[in-house]
């Protein structure tokens, strides 16, 4: 029976992220015991809200005491939870909007980003927040290309190889556990992962002009073809 709902609930998106198995078992046991008073739409805003408490941490820690970054690994989870449900509730429901949903999740993860990313400049020192702006920018890239990704192959996928957006919460959520226990270390640690982000992104970005050039080739014998058959 879980096989059945895993197949469900994921066939419509390849993923490639290290935890996609443990994820993909822990949503498919969760999904059936979502009471049904808490619709798709319901999930999305529970995911916002999560982005609103790791936003908050940031805040409290800068003006109350630093442990309140501990707060914003509860929000990471809460942001997990509404924004990895929200989607597959409504497949498991037979209740999906593809477009509609397209739409809303690509949203909602930029604005929690952009929450994220200023939250952490309220809290970095001096010129380390510049770093939270270019990991903001970073992550606008990297959502960029996976939508001119489904453009070009009409396959939707939200991971990056083998990291996806609940391996960069775990990550995000391991620096604050470390800036709480080493204060300070959450610049370099930023620092770091916009390096990584540029250099992964760089990649992506090249495998996408390739395949964009694959398209075009494949395109222009198409037509070819056609014009020499009609």
């Not at 909602?108 to 903001?136: N, Q």
């Amino acid at each position: 029976m879980s096989q059945e709902i895993n197949k469900k609930l994921f066939q419509d998106r390849k993923r490639t992220n290290i935890l996609n198995v443990a994820e993909q078992k822990y949503i498919s046991y969760l999904v059936p015991r979502i009471p049904s008073w808490i619709s798709s739409d319901g999930l999305t805003a529970i995911g916002f809200f999560g982005s609103v408490i790791i936003l908050a941490s940031f805040l409290l820690a800068e003006y109350v005491a630093r442990p309140f970054l501990l707060l914003g690994i509860i929000g990471f989870f809460i942001q997990w939870f509404g924004d990895s449900l929200d989607g597959r509730i409504a497949f498991y429901r037979d209740k999906s909007r593809k477009w509609y949903g397209f739409a809303l999740d690509i949203i909602m993860d930029w604005v929690s980003t952009v929450m994220i990313g200023l939250g952490y400049v309220f809290y970095a020192p001096d010129d380390f927040k510049y770093s939270g702006f270019v990991l903001v920018a970073l992550y606008g890239w990297a959502m960029i290309i996976s939508q001119l990704r489904y453009k070009i192959t009409d396959n939707y996928t939200i991971d990056a190889g083998l990291l996806g957006p609940t391996e960069i919460r775990v990550i995000i959520g391991a620096v604050l556990l470390l800036e709480v226990l080493v204060p300070s270390s959450i610049n370099y640690s930023v620092i770091v992962i916009c390096i990584a982000l540029f250099f992964i992104n760089l990649g992506d970005t090249k495998k996408l002009l390739q395949l964009g050039d694959e398209r075009d080739i494949a395109e222009k014998k198409r037509k070819s073809e056609n014009e020499i058959n009609g």
